[in-house]
Antibody, heavy 119, light 112 residues
């Protein structure tokens, strides 16, 4: 059974770059027709899709974040990563990684990691 | 930035049936894209509840059902139970210049 686990700093200073990694266990990140996504949720608010990557390396990003987002994949480590540059307090949120398979539904989610942007 | 609209809250007594609406547009639900539903218990990650408009993943009770018509979709919970108290989100694909994946505004279900 595939599981996802986010990791990375819980505190990032304003204007710096937020970096998170999602480790896939219980299966290969390269198997099947899966897209791997990042989604975030500010405290008390709704869900926002950040972007996705296919194992070929092709990416798609939310236009509202596109200029600041980079998602990459490392198939040798069974991981994919998120970088969000020039962060502000508005980027404070719980960040989730998730797999998107058939029907374009997010079928498996990581437990989420809280990232606070503060000096 | 949610482009799918849900009621902020719904409530019901144990055993009752409640429904949650999800209203989109011609670039997402109305374009024929599937609608999915997620349940988020307090302090936890969202969990896929309904996929492809009306399909339940293994392990999801048949008290949960989904439907779609036109530019809207609905989630119904019958035989409401205390453990159903959670936030529920709809999600679809969008072909406009917005994000590829769009979520609903979220609905808090309260069991009275």
């Amino acid at each position: 059974q595939v599981q996802l686990q986010e990791s990375g700093p819980g505190l990032v200073k304003p204007s710096q770059t937020l970096s998170l990694t999602c480790t896939v266990s219980g299966g290969s990140i390269s198997s099947g027709s899966y897209y791997w996504s990042w989604i975030r949720q500010p405290a008390g608010k709704g869900l926002e899709w950040i972007g996705r990557i296919y194992t070929s390396g092709s990416t798609n990003y939310n236009p509202s974040l596109k200029s600041r987002v980079t998602i990459s994949v490392d198939t040798s480590k069974n991981q994919f990563s998120l970088k969000l540059s020039s962060v502000t307090a508005a980027d404070t949120a719980v960040y989730y990684c998730a797999s998107c398979g058939d029907y374009f539904a997010f079928d498996i989610w990581g437990q989420g990691t809280m990232v606070t942007v503060s000096s | 930035q949610s482009v799918l609209t849900q009621p902020p809250s719904v409530s019901g007594a144990p055993g009752q049936r409640v429904t949650i609406s999800c209203t989109g547009s011609s670039s997402n639900i109305g374009a024929g894209y599937d609608v999915h539903w997620y349940q988020q218990l307090p302090g936890t990650a969202p969990k896929l509840l309904i996929y492809g408009n009306s399909n339940r993943p293994s392990g999801v009770p048949d008290r949960f059902s989904g439907s779609k018509s036109g530019t809207s979709a609905s989630l119904a919970i019958s035989g409401l139970q205390a453990e159903d108290e959670a936030d529920y989100y709809c999600q679809s694909y969008d072909s406009s210049l917005s994000a590829l994946y769009v979520f609903g505004t979220g609905t808090k279900v309260t069991v009275l």
